[in-house]
């Protein structure tokens, strides 16, 4: 076996007779208190004898996993005090709040945040009827847990907001409990690759802690029934050190976790050190990671009704079910809670007693009270250069192309260059594709690998590097949470298609955001996530139907209006006016959705700052009411949208002369709901001056037209109302080819003008007639020629 | 080095000179048409000299990986034809389509199924035009590509798609090639461990190949620049035997591959003889896989315009981009091709010459002609009982709880019995916390890792077992394709909130049906993927927000209305029709909205099998308007939404004795949409003959309200529909007041018809406060106690 691997199988004793008892008693009040949450409705400190009134009348919770993660903290507390360490705790494990719980009221933390919890029996009572119980808390570690960065309602990504937490936190060690049913995710099972991530000089550590408790809700682990060469084979081959520490005896499990816990430490220290003597030849170190193994449900009753439970399945919840009814049971429930003997650890006022209290860090270093679990509080804003010096400048509306997130990534390198140790661009392999390497200039791809010569070529790999670039949405979208939550900012630019592989990490990252910000009082506004949806549907006709799907926005507009936006900015001036906003928000998920091939420009900055801001508007140089009531209404969300409703006005203005066309662009998508609905939304009122209450509106919109009508069915003029976009048609094709197959080109937008307006449908017959022609022709030219007509690829503007 | 282990450095020669030379002319054979594929529009042969004319006008498609792919499949072809091996290839570097296509067209496979695509000269050239061009075929192996049952539009699915692919198919070796970039994906890299479900006795065998081709898109991969031991400890920490192939030369890779080949193929024949020996003691092989270390873009150009290209990503798509503008281009180009000396390799009438063609299979055995790369038209029918068999029998409508996921499993439990090799039921750790665990009567899990004896409690683990649990949405959801697009069938149960986590999986093979159905005409129809969500939002009251997301539905809508059905069984009769359907339909995802928690039950099996065969009804025994024109319409779909309904109609036939409701119940969703949207849907008369045409609708839904307008935003009564749905809201809570928070409880149902009745609004005044009373009181009630009152939880129909 490599000497860097230890199982530490001879016994090594770093804790005297006195700190082991100690250690050993913090731990029990930490079961005991798990345990109260999950069963006591009153006599909280068991000072009489325990009866079914004192029983909680629905009995929830996670037992499981509850007392190896509080061996853990304990552990941690010890090398914490004697180091004064700066430790972040994430627990990984799903259900196991009761341990963060117990850990963070016997740190008298709670206490301060909830001060109606309070550090005494009162407040321990209060405590256990709160949790898991209606207008309580959960049994997971939720927003409302101090000291806690990490939802752990889905499992997958304890890792990678370990590892986002610990980017450009030098100082920081985040002790990542991983639990073996979660280690099954596919996102965490990449995201132990995240050490080829981070910079022992400027970044901070990662401690992963596996604990390997055997089982899942009613299976055991793949992890912990694979022979012990091959975990350690994992583990090595994932770039680690792993340590083991097994075993069920508590005092041995003391001593070993004790000496594993220091080893591990110093190990960190060392790395560190070494690598920060000399930075500019940082390498990647095998940095120390910790296999626990314990029994599930560790110290719980070994059997139920004759069944196994400790070290097994059964306790993943509550291990004895029918306390109420059963006699048996209840005294059984009573044998365990005094298992851990309450009386020696609590005073007359129900508080921890004096000595071991001693155990516990103090003020922000306790682990419940680390400023970086309320990282809104440690956000410092960006130093923002002015967007109006990156603006793309031309003459005249809609007659020049260009890349608008090229032009982004302008800005986006001052961004970087001036927050060096503050924002980070995430991308998952597609930085360049997506036109954003211009960045590059100021800073390259973080790399901690090994590199060859030619990694210079092309956005150099650095050991320093801002842009974060792994082949994981999952991973990237981690570390950025991470990131955030812990007080930093960035961006996330990816594919529109694939986007939706972090669909469910959008989701929980949302209801994180709503609960913290609406029902948290005491966290501080984190930083938003920004999500730079790009590659579009529209301009992804050569990688075909798998590459087409805009559906994104449909799982965000079923979030909270408190915490999403969306933005569909239709040039570049209106993408820099977006993002230069959005980076300085907090609390939100900030959508933009904006292509990367060249698209036709429009607006100059200030014009596209106003727009931004107003987030819709009428396009007077595109429109031809002349403020006058319109016969239509031709209304577009998204840049290419933008562009064929555009062409199709021209086409109108054309063939149709006395047409009236009012042109309507929307930026925020949100603007489009009732402003009862969401903070963004307009007035009834305010719509119908836009919409009109009665005339025709052919909107283009760049996703699917359900969308608009779930946004707009309210609305006064709704059944007026014609919504084009994406119906899940396109193969390999043009990009003209795929509007058209969709109906969103300009020649179908024009005939469905002149279908809805009676007034010209009789004289436009002949126009139709042309209309469909270009239609087929334009179809047979791109079949044949494998490229849009010359007419199309380099359309503009007119006027 | 442990001795399982080869690098192959000793020169093993398996190939004579003569194969040698051939087999590399077979491979040279394969490049050429990959280039060919992505230049050329003319002189496919290259008989004269290259023009500029001759290259296409547009440049796309993947050349990276295609040599790489295609040396394995000429050498896949020799031990298929040595040992008459039954082989299926899945390619998973996503834009390796080129090595696919050239390989089937030299098979002669392609010419037949697309006949004017010939295997001659023309038929090459037609080939070459048709790819990644308008209206052709795409540059990833998308319905389309012969061969293939794996989308490489997404990436990470490869390794699941493969073990789906050899379940219960014990001839079949899938040789699975995984690519390095997705590698880095997390659903891949949870994927290896699949290994742990694989019986050596009655399943397939699956070789993976890792392709270490160094990049991405414009990075190189984690797993190419990590120590070559890392790598190697990292597979033997996944269990599996690494041999590793690595070089340049072809001449000695030939030879290491072919070597190493031999050996994997006689490990794994070992491996199945040993365990077909002994069924009953299956253990835990240790299979072989391969790291097959090629340069990027073998064989291409070295360097173009003085960058580096081969064995870098610049060779990931089109390595020489001006061919047509710079004759210095076009001469590389030339020189390129020409290096595979097609001249040596095609005859006169462009066919692969007769020597070389001896080296592929013959008639199924070729690649791509392999039956399982179809395998719709392998599917069976399975051997279904009787619904009727299974009912829940009860004496009165809404009088008796039961929780419709156990009765199911009591009828899951005999179509596993019946179809013992040909379906399978997944679940991710959830089969019992579902309440399926009846099935286990017939079927335990399956399990070949170590064993413990007390995993015989609770649903035992098994060699054999016909359930698959693993904590991977991912891999569950990959293996069920891999097993249904091979021909078999199955049901995949999982927490609704945690759907969205194959989000993506679900868009993508949904997009592969839809292709597969309306576009490839030679793909016989494929079992459905039936995905039963429960563990519903309205149950998730305890474990809270997290768990609340009923959203998957509308990610579901957006998809072809071809191939995607929607079914909310309001009970369990219901629920077993609907799964009875279920399982006998092809070629769609079938979304099945269930709960697991006692409910109350509604009809008996033969009313349940007309409603849900309709899949919308009034239900008179319901309503009180007598088949007369109603006050107001109160519909409903999904479970708890239907007894929520029907309580507001029982308190409101107390209070408002002279109000006519008709009840509706929804179970297709899709019967919502107009028949012109979906195969599924109500014409406009049929709706309005339902929800009337100007009477209040008072809807009360599962998910999220806004979906309901999505989908009827243009009936004749729409502005008339009032939707009670989730609101994004909840915390810890009772069922009944997550239920009141979001606005779908009996109470405030029962006040929304009041007051869009203006008959009786002004004459219930008094039953409004009374209303209003009862929420604040479930409220007090709920928040005191830790549950619902009694007559909520105990709540029955009273007629």
């Known amino acids: 076996m490599n000497d860097d691997v230890t199982r530490t199988t001879a016994l090594e004793t770093p804790l005297d007779p006195d700190l082991l008892a100690k250690i050993d008693a913090y731990w029990r009040a930490c079961n005991y208190l798990s345990v109260g949450m999950i069963y006591l409705r009153a006599n909280p400190l068991l000072r009489e004898p325990l009866e079914r009134e004192h029983i909680k009348r629905r009995l929830l919770g996670h037992w499981g996993s509850d007392p190896g993660q509080s061996f853990v903290w304990v552990h941690l507390n010890r090398l914490i005090k004697r180091d004064d360490l700066n430790v972040l705790f994430v627990s990984g494990p799903g259900h196991g709040a009761p341990a963060t719980l117990a850990n963070s009221w016997l740190e008298g933390h709670y206490s301060e945040i909830y001060p109606d919890r309070s550090f005494d029996e009162r407040g321990m009572l209060k405590l256990f009827r709160a949790f898991s119980s209606p207008g309580g808390i959960g049994s997971h570690c939720t927003p409302e847990t101090p000291g806690s960065i990490h939802e752990g309602g889905e499992l997958g990504y304890s890792l990678s907001h370990s590892f986002g937490a610990a980017f450009d936190n030098p100082d920081l060690i985040v002790a990542a409990v991983v639990g073996d049913g979660e280690a099954e995710t596919g996102p965490l099972a990449t995201s132990w690759h995240s050490n080829k991530f981070l910079n022992p000089a400027t970044d901070g550590a990662v401690l992963p802690i596996l604990h390997l408790n055997g089982y899942k809700i009613a299976n055991p682990t793949i992890l912990a029934r694979i022979p012990h060469d091959e975990l350690e084979d994992l583990f090595r081959g994932y770039g680690y050190a792993p340590h083991f520490v097994e075993g069920d005896d508590p005092e041995t499990m003391h001593q070993r976790m004790a000496a594993t816990l220091e080893r591990c430490i110093a190990d960190i220290r060392a790395i560190q050190a070494n690598a920060r003597a000399n930075p500019e030849n940082v390498t990647r170190p095998r940095w120390p990671m910790i296999v626990l193994r314990t029994p599930k449900g560790w110290t719980g009753p070994k059997e139920v009704d004759g069944r196994k439970v400790e070290d097994y399945w059964r306790s993943h919840q509550v291990p004895i079910a029918d306390a109420v009814s059963n006699p048996r049971s209840l005294a059984q429930l009573e044998a365990w809670l005094r298992s851990y003997k309450p009386e020696e650890l609590f005073d007359e006022d129900g508080r921890l007693i004096e000595p071991l209290r001693a155990l516990a860090p103090e003020g922000t270093r306790r682990i419940s009270a680390n400023p970086h679990a309320n990282g809104g509080a440690l956000r410092q804003s960006l130093d923002m250069p002015d967007i109006r010096d990156y603006a793309f400048e031309f003459k005249r509306a809609a007659s020049v192309y260009t890349s608008p997130t090229a032009v982004l990534a302008t800005f986006l390198r001052e961004v970087i260059r001036r927050n060096m140790t503050s924002f980070r661009l995430f991308g998952p392999d597609e930085t360049a594709s997506n036109k954003l390497d211009g960045v590059y200039e100021v800073s390259g791809k973080r790399w901690i690998a090994q590199t060859l010569p030619e990694d210079e070529d092309g956005g150099a790999l650095s050991v320093d590097g801002r842009v974060m670039e792994m082949l994981s949405e999952h991973t990237l979208e981690g570390w950025f949470e991470g990131y955030v939550l812990t007080g930093r900012q960035g961006l996330f630019a990816t594919y529109e298609a694939f986007v939706h592989v972090i669909d469910s990490m959008f989701n929980q990252h949302a209801k994180w955001l709503e609960k913290a910000k609406t029902e948290v009082g005491w966290r501080a506004p984190v930083p938003s996530i920004n999500l730079l ?249 791109a079949h044949e020629e494998g490229i849009d007509r010359d007419e199309i690829r380099e359309w503009t503007w007119k006027d």
């Not at 900015?569 to 820099?576: E, R, T, V």
């Not at 179908?748 to 017959?765: F, W």
């Open 533 to 781: 949806i790009t590659s579009l549907v529209w301009r992804q006709d050569h990688n075909g139907f798998t590459h087409q799907d805009p559906g994104f926005l449909d799982v965000v507009t079923n979030k909270s209006p408190n915490v999403v936006r969306i933005y569909l900015p239709p040039d570049a001036n209106c993408l820099l006016s977006v993002a230069d906003h959005c980076l300085r928000t907090h609390d939100y998920v900030n959508v933009i959705v904006a292509d990367k091939q060249p698209h036709l420009q429009y607006l100059n900055m200030q014009d596209a700052i106003v727009h931004c801001a107003k987030g819709i508007g009428i396009w007077d140089w595109a429109s031809t009411d002349q403020g006058a009531e319109p016969d239509v209404v031709i209304a577009c969300a998204g840049d290419i949208a933008t562009m064929e409703a555009l062409a199709a006005v021209e086409i109108l203005k054309a063939h149709c002369t006395d047409l009236k066309i009012r042109f309507v662009n929307v930026v925020d998508l949100f603007r489009l709901l009732p402003d009862t609905e969401h903070p963004h939304g307009l007035s009834h009122r305010d719509f119908d001056s836009i919409f009109t209450r009665d005339k025709p509106v052919i909107f283009n919109f760049h996703s699917y037209a359900s969308l608009v009508h779930k946004l707009t069915y309210n609305r006064t003029n709704h059944a007026n109302m014609h919504v084009h976009g994406y119906r899940e048609r396109g193969n390999i094709n043009t990009p003209f080819e795929l509007a058209i197959i969709n109906g969103v080109d300009r020649y179908t937008l024009a005939i469905d003008v002149i279908d809805r307006v009676p007034r010209i449908a009789g004289s436009s017959a002949h126009t139709k007639e042309w209309l469909k022609n270009q239609i087929i022709e334009s179809v047979r030219y």
